[in-house]
């Protein structure tokens, strides 16, 4: 006799559940999911050139990108720490750069916004006119603004010479030149630290100034102790956007003073000195090994930037 057997049926209600957890979880993470495909293009954009760059910072390329090179380990970043006489000093210029630069632009940048907050006659046209500068390409910028400051034909010299000054280095000069350019960076991007509190502005409520003006509280007295506070967390992420795009401040640079940031290397950032290394002495692993410490650097600055902006929103 034959064995008969009984053909195994999956029951409806198995596969109904499993779709059904597969669907719950699914509208549960519907935002990582749509967003999936996204996070990972710019994940493969980002993530091979950081590992690239900190693999030629382990070898001793140089010369060609096509020529054999060396593992070495961790002399090229031993050789750039090392370095007193390009590294440290365009590390210093860098956080110089930065500092100078973001300060002033975020105080003029909230005078302006203060200023424009509340509505006035020809307000568009004076909107217009401010973010005039965002219009230009940085390289553009720093070209007209070299000419503008050309110690011989430059416009720059022929207004002071009208009010009695004499004719000032501005570029050409080896104390003047950093000055000179931090001044380009302010005019240029001011107007996007304006945009960026403008917008947190008009988004408070007027509810606290009302209550601190039937209080009797001053104008600075409202601005210090209600408007700043709550524009804080705007304030914060102003910093943070200007302050990561101040670090990686090249093109106006570059433009202004050429390779090595000048003669004397006097607005040499960390920018310009691993563009220098790269394609003016092809020093490939070198500059690999500096733009390394440099993404690190923004990094921390990014991740403290962050955590502030965190604790502020508390």
């Known amino acids: 006799m034959s064995a008969v057997t009984t053909p195994v049926t999956r029951s409806p209600?198995?596969?109904?559940?499993?779709?059904?957890?597969?669907?719950?979880?699914a509208n549960a993470h519907r935002k990582w999911l749509f967003a999936a495909p996204a996070m990972a293009f710019v994940a493969v954009l980002i993530i091979f050139p950081v590992a690239w760059t900190g693999y030629l910072s382990l070898t001793d390329a140089e010369g060609s990108v096509r020529a054999e090179s060396e593992f070495i380990g961790f002399q090229n970043y031993l050789d750039v720490l090392s370095d007193t006489d390009r590294f440290w000093p365009a590390v210093w210029r860098t956080v110089l750069f930065t500092g100078v630069v973001l300060l002033v632009e975020v105080v003029l940048g909230m005078a302006i916004a203060l200023l424009l907050w509340r509505p006035f006659r020809g307000e568009k046209w004076v909107r217009v006119a401010i973010l005039l500068p965002l219009v230009a390409t940085p390289v553009a910028v720093g070209m007209m603004w070299r000419l503008i400051f050309d110690p011989n034909i430059g416009m720059a010299n022929q207004l002071l010479g009208w009010v009695g000054i004499g004719p000032q280095p501005w570029l050409a000069g080896q104390s003047s030149a950093l000055p000179t350019t931090m001044f380009i960076d302010?005019?240029?991007?001011?107007?996007?630290?304006?945009l960026i509190l403008l917008a947190g502005l008009t988004s408070l409520s007027d509810e606290p100034q009302e209550a601190a003006l039937i209080d009797g509280a001053s104008t600075w007295q409202r601005f210090r102790h209600v408007t700043l506070p709550l524009l804080m967390p705007t304030v914060i992420v102003a910093i943070l956007l200007r302050g990561i795009d101040a670090l990686k401040t090249f093109d106006i640079l570059y433009a202004t003073k050429g390779r090595g940031g000048g003669s004397?290397?006097?607005?040499?950032?960390?920018?310009?000195?691993?563009?220098?290394?790269?394609?003016?002495?092809?020093?490939?692993?070198?500059?690999?090994?500096?733009?390394?410490?440099?993404?690190?650097?923004?990094?921390?600055?990014?991740w403290?930037?962050?955590?502030?902006?965190k604790g502020l929103e508390r």
Do not use: C
């Not at 302010?186 to 304006?194: G, L």
């Open 304 to 309: 403290a930037l962050t955590y502030r902006k």
């Open 264 to 302: 004397f290397h006097e607005v040499e950032t960390l920018n310009v000195y691993a563009y220098g290394l790269s394609f003016d002495y092809n020093e490939y692993g070198v500059s690999s090994a500096v733009l390394i410490i440099f993404f690190l650097i923004i990094i921390g600055v990014m």
């Open 186 to 194: 302010i005019w240029q991007w001011t107007p996007m630290v304006v």
């Open 13 to 25: 209600d198995a596969g109904h559940s499993a779709e059904s957890a597969w669907s719950r979880w």
